[in-house]
């Protein structure tokens, strides 16, 4: 896919409004996190522009203010990566009141502003237009940098995107998500072994989808309790959960560990069991062991598949770890995101 880059963009003298993945927990690991490394890898291919309003968000609030998934503690983590300090434009609830921040915040001489978090408002999620011009009319450029929030249809990602192109593009991050994921949906080493796993029922919509572009689905986590009935053909296999339904069975994870051995791409989306708990790790040890050495390409999505990958000490086996798990899965069966489809049509 074709997609507008930063390639040969100068964005001299301009405003730029960059949506990154900022839904991160804040410790001491944050500035290893893979969506801030990203961020801050994109930033420095903007840093001739005039000034950079950073936005994300993180959590659900569901347009209500919550301290706790404030991106105010951010700020120091970012300020470190880019080496400047950055202005944090603070949550007010009426519009007039925030736009009245905003603008203060762009006359001030930080070049860095950090937003906070666009879902304590309603007009980000259900893309409100005038939430969109709030930024639209503060912005000369766009640069989406959030793939992993891309499969919603946001103010942040389509609208900002609807409003500014033709100068609309996807950051760095974004551009080689998407290389990755054509190789495994246009031309992959067969056989495709994809493992749809976890706990979050909605997975499920992405099943048929998968059994196409798959030679292989297997299918764990809590997601064989919510098939109940469901017929499918010889490509899906469904597991076997453990009584208190916490863990896949041992015929279960020797069955996926046959099918990775022969794999020749590996798509992992969902962890096979509750991996937190120490007595409910064999299923995701072994069928994550069993894909991190098979001889195939090999690519992972979603954030507890990442977590227990690395727990794992796994992730540097993978060839590609997507930022997101949600729209990791779009893409693959679907071949684009509301975030694209608002950047090309």
Not at 14 to 41: G, H, M, P, Q
Not at 96 to 116: D, I, P, R, T
């Amino acid at each position: 896919m074709k997609l507008p880059t930063l390639k040969n963009l100068d964005v001299s003298g301009k405003n730029v409004l960059l949506r990154c993945d900022l839904d991160v927990n804040f410790d001491e690991n944050t500035l290893e996190d893979k969506r801030i490394s990203a961020a801050v890898r994109t930033i420095g291919n903007l840093n001739n522009a005039k000034k950079i309003i950073i936005l994300g968000h993180r959590g659900r609030p569901k347009g209500v203010y919550q301290k706790d998934l404030s991106l105010f503690p951010l700020t120091p983590f970012l300020s470190k990566a880019l080496g400047s300090e950055i202005f944090f434009v603070q949550f007010a609830p009426f519009l007039e009141e925030f736009e009245q921040g905003l603008v203060s915040a762009l006359e001030n001489n930080n070049k860095y502003l950090l937003v906070e978090n666009l879902r304590f408002w309603t007009g980000e999620e259900v893309n409100d237009p005038v939430f969109v011009d709030l930024f639209r009319s503060r912005g000369e450029v766009f640069v989406n940098e959030a793939f992993a929030a891309s499969h919603r249809q946001s103010a942040s990602v389509v609208g900002l995107a609807e409003a500014l192109k033709p100068r609309a593009y996807v950051g760095l991050n974004f551009q080689e998500e998407v290389i990755h994921l054509d190789r495994v949906r246009d031309n992959p080493k067969r056989p495709v072994v994809s493992l749809l796993s976890g706990v979050k029922k909605d997975k499920l919509k992405y099943t048929e989808g998968l059994e196409k572009i798959s030679d292989k689905l297997m299918i764990a986590g809590r997601l064989p309790e919510y098939l109940e009935d469901a017929k499918f053909g010889p490509k899906v296999f469904v597991s076997h959960l453990t009584p208190d339904k916490e863990d896949i069975t041992i015929h279960s994870i020797e069955a996926i560990e046959a099918e990775l051995k022969k794999a020749g791409t590996v798509i992992l989306a969902g962890v096979p069991g509750k991996f937190e708990d120490e007595g409910h790790m064999l299923g995701t040890k072994r069928v994550f062991e069993a894909a991190a050495n098979a001889k195939a390409y090999k690519l992972v999505g979603g954030g507890d598949t990442s977590s227990a990958l690395g727990m794992l000490g796994l992730l540097p086996k993978f060839d590609w770890v997507s930022t997101g798990g949600g729209a990791m899965l779009e893409y693959l069966v679907s071949g684009t995101l509301p975030g694209i489809k608002a950047l090309l049509d």
